[in-house]
């Protein structure tokens, strides 16, 4: 269940300043130097200073990962309804609206058909951006047709996840989304094309519980916050303070759940080794 | 031992009178239709009181103390149990029990989450909330029914999966999506029925049925309505307005097409009557598995794949 608060995009970047004639300043997650928007976007996102990840926006990726940045989208209609008139005091409509209007995006994830180093992919990407990345009937539905689509079309699929876990505004529904996209993933297995998972910053809750941690190969950002139960939930629950470094990156590793930490600049040379090393593309 | 919230109060007190009555009338045959009469009359009245319960009552009711756990169904339900125990990897998790037993003339492979009925008893059942063991037991139970081919029921009944510093460093999240996943793909028959608390993604790790079925006064949700009122309202005493607006109980649900069919219960409640909340469900547990049968092993599997495909609500 999603746990984390939908406002706040771009952890690390709440200092945001700018003054006159010298652009946007930022102020480090990792270390607190102040960097420029320039050197930032340069090493995408990554502190030159201590290596820190910021987050990086879907159309960030995609320039990243992706040849010549394209994405030809899929199922960008697939919109969201209001199946339980959800009301917290504020719509679930109204909410969608302005998720829609801060993110720039149709819903919490995109999809699509690209290439990777010439290898054709079946590619998604959570957007947090987009009420936490929450998983509700679209982004179940979208992420359950790339597989759908990745198994007909016999593509690997390459996936992003940044999602706090299920959306709370659709209910039942929201979690019947898990099996849904899991059980697609799990007939796409048939095709014997590689699933390659990628979990950002942060990845909890019914996404981390659905199709996160079920690559063939799972990869993880430096740093990223992933488990199922969110680190409040657990204080909360055990009434106790937990380890530094609990639930990040270092610590999914060094615990077996992912199979590599990957820093950016390392992203597309290790997504392409290891697309052509499991037969992806080029078929 | 009696256990009694408020509001079911009158209802209690009403099927304990026929109960009383009921125990006169085994000495005395000549009270059996006077009795007959008067079951129908508290029985139409105790439905009539329970079907205008609010949703956090119906919550209440599947939390029940005195709620029928999954052995207490497995005892009435089954012949012939054989537990087997552990995941093969790490431990055993007494919180999710499973096995095979003989459901009347078929051999079936059987789990479900188990509550402890005292605080003694929840040490061992961790209050029904598995770790990552219990659901990799899972896995290793439904591999066992796929290799078998014996049918699998399923019995649901847990707040969620348990949120401790152990259960991540073991993979919780990974634990349950692997058991989705290998529970979605096996070639066998496979009914869930959730008998109590259905509580997220713990419970969906053993929810993927080809039919899913649920008892009256049940629920199923992706948060508890605790926990979502504390992260909508900050304010976990909102919980009953969570309740209402999350859409949890078994009418809702069939509305939804998350479950095909609701088991009513005893009068006042599953935990007024074990032997007669049994019998129903054995009702409904046998038809939903008979309905099953003649589907080869990939239909079954195809069958469980569109039932869960066409879940969600989106424009397109």
Redesign the interface.
């Given at each position: 269940?999603?746990?984390l608060p939908d406002k706040t995009p771009a952890q690390g970047f709440s200092n945001e300043k700018r003054s006159l004639g010298k652009g946007v300043f930022k102020k480090c997650g990792g270390c607190g130097s102040v960097l420029t928007a320039e050197a930032l976007s340069d090493t995408w996102h990554v502190c030159s200073g201590c290596g820190y990840h910021h987050p990086m926006t879907p159309a960030d990726w995609r320039r990243l990962l992706l040849d010549g940045g394209a994405l030809e989208r899929w199922?960008d209609?697939?919109?969201?309804?209001d199946?339980?008139r959800?009301?917290?005091?504020k719509g679930y409509r109204e909410r969608l609206e302005r998720a829609k209007k801060q993110s720039g995006q149709t819903e919490a994830v995109e999809v699509g058909r690209a290439h990777i180093a010439g290898h054709p992919v079946a590619y998604g990407c959570y957007v947090f951006s987009f009420m936490g990345g929450s998983m509700g009937?679209?982004v179940?539905?979208r992420v359950?047709r790339l597989f759908e689509r990745a198994t007909t079309d016999r593509l690997p699929v390459v996936l992003l996840h940044a999602s706090g876990g299920?959306r709370?505004q659709?209910?039942?529904?929201?979690?019947?989304?898990?099996?849904?996209t899991?059980?697609?993933?799990?007939?796409f297995r048939a095709v014997r094309k590689p699933y390659i998972s990628l979990c950002l910053h942060p990845t909890?809750?019914?996404v981390?519980?659905?199709?996160?941690?079920?690559g063939d190969v799972n990869l993880v950002e430096p740093n990223a916050l992933?488990?199922?139960?969110g680190p409040r939930?657990?204080e909360s629950?055990?009434r106790?303070t937990?380890?530094e470094g609990?639930?990040r990156s270092e610590?999914l590793q060094n615990?077996?759940?992912v199979d590599r930490i990957v820093p950016r600049s390392e992203m597309k040379s290790t997504l392409t080794v290891l697309l052509s090393h499991l037969g992806g593309g080029r078929a | 031992m009696a256990h009694v919230l408020a509001f079911e109060k009158p209802v209690v007190e009403l099927v304990g009178r026929v109960r009383e009555l009921r125990e006169l009338a085994h000495a005395d045959a000549r009270l059996a239709p006077e009795l007959k009469r008067l079951e129908e009359k508290a029985a139409k009245l105790a439905r009539e009181m329970f079907s205008k319960l609010e949703p956090m009552q119906k919550v209440q009711l599947s939390r029940h103390p005195n709620r029928p756990y999954t052995l207490d169904y497995f005892a009435r339900l089954f012949d012939d149990f054989i537990e087997l125990s552990g995941d093969r990897c790490f431990a055993e998790d007494a919180s999710l029990v499973g096995g095979l037993a003989r459901y009347h003339d078929r051999s079936v492979v059987v789990i479900g989450h188990q509550k402890g009925r005292s605080t003694k008893e929840n040490m061992v059942r961790n209050f029904g909330m598995p770790n990552p063991e219990g659901y990799r037991k899972a896995i290793r139970l439904y591999e066992l029914a796929d290799r078998f081919r014996l049918p699998v029921l399923a019995f649901v009944d847990t707040p969620g999966a348990f949120p401790g510093i152990e259960a991540e460093e073991r993979g919780q999240a990974e634990a349950i999506a692997h058991a989705i996943e290998v529970m979605a793909s096996i070639g066998v028959p496979v009914v869930t029925t959730v008998i109590g608390e259905g509580g997220s993604g713990g419970a969906l790790a053993l929810g993927i049925g080809n039919r899913v079925l649920i008892l009256e006064f049940s629920y199923y949700s992706v948060i508890s309505p605790e926990g979502c009122a504390a992260i909508l309202w900050k304010d976990g005493s909102l919980a009953p307005r969570a309740a209402e607006r999350l859409k949890i109980t078994a009418p809702d649900l069939l509305e939804l097409g998350c479950v095909d069919a609701i088991v009513d219960e005893p009068p006042g409640g599953a935990h007024q009557d074990h032997d007669d909340a049994a019998r129903r469900l054995d009702r409904a547990l046998w038809e939903a598995l008979v309905s099953l049968d003649g589907l080869s092993p990939d239909e079954l599997t195809a069958d469980r794949y569109q039932r869960f495909r066409r879940l969600g609500s989106f424009v397109a």
């Open positions: 269940m999603s746990s199922d209609h697939v919109a969201p309804a199946p339980l959800f009301d917290d005091g009937s679209v179940g539905e359950t299920a709370m659709e209910g039942i529904l929201s979690l019947m989304q898990m099996a849904k899991v059980a697609a993933l799990s007939r909890t809750g019914g981390a519980a659905s199709t996160a941690l079920l992933i488990g199922f139960a939930v657990i629950t055990l106790t937990l380890p609990f639930q610590f615990h077996g759940m | -």
